[in-house]
Nanobody
Framework: QVQLVESGGGLVQAGGSLRLSCAASGRDFNMYHMGWFRQAPGKDREFVAAVNWNGGSTDYADSVKGRVTISRDNAWKTVALQMNSLKPEDTAVYYC?????????????????????WGQGTQVTVSS
């Protein structure tokens, strides 16, 4: 089992940057694929970015590609989401999630149902 705590959200002007962090506790962090999702008011939760268990592969939503970078540090049990050139439409609660990779199943990074654990979320607000 793993517990996830997000931080780094806040209010930023359009064009600005934020770095979100997700700190994990528990065992076997390096056996989880990690993802970031977001949910805006009145909308479904949507995929933002993901990184596989060893950091060797990443995936990004088209809406953030080129503006966002996901990274992980297995020694420190953290996952970061660097967001640049932020837009008002990036405003949402951002969630960190963990998908157990130990079962050897194919990795579907963009599917929320694949993830086993979720953090409480951190609010990102981008003003125009």
């Amino acid at each position: 089992q793993v517990q996830l705590v997000e931080s780094g959200g806040g209010l930023v002007q359009a064009g600005g940057s934020l770095r979100l962090s997700c700190a994990a506790s528990g065992r076997d962090f390096n056996m989880y694929h990690m993802g970031w999702f977001r949910q805006a008011p009145g909308k479904d939760r949507e995929f933002v970015a993901a990184v596989n268990w060893n950091g060797g592969s990443t995936d990004y939503a088209d809406s953030v590609k080129g503006r966002v970078t996901i990274s992980r540090d297995n020694a420190w049990k953290t996952v970061a989401l660097q967001m640049n050139s932020l837009k008002p439409e990036d405003t949402a609660v951002y969630y960190c999630a963990a998908d157990w990779a130990g079962d050897g199943n194919h990795w579907y990074p963009a599917l929320p149902r694949e993830y086993d654990y979720w953090g409480q979320g951190t609010q990102v607000t981008v003003s125009s």
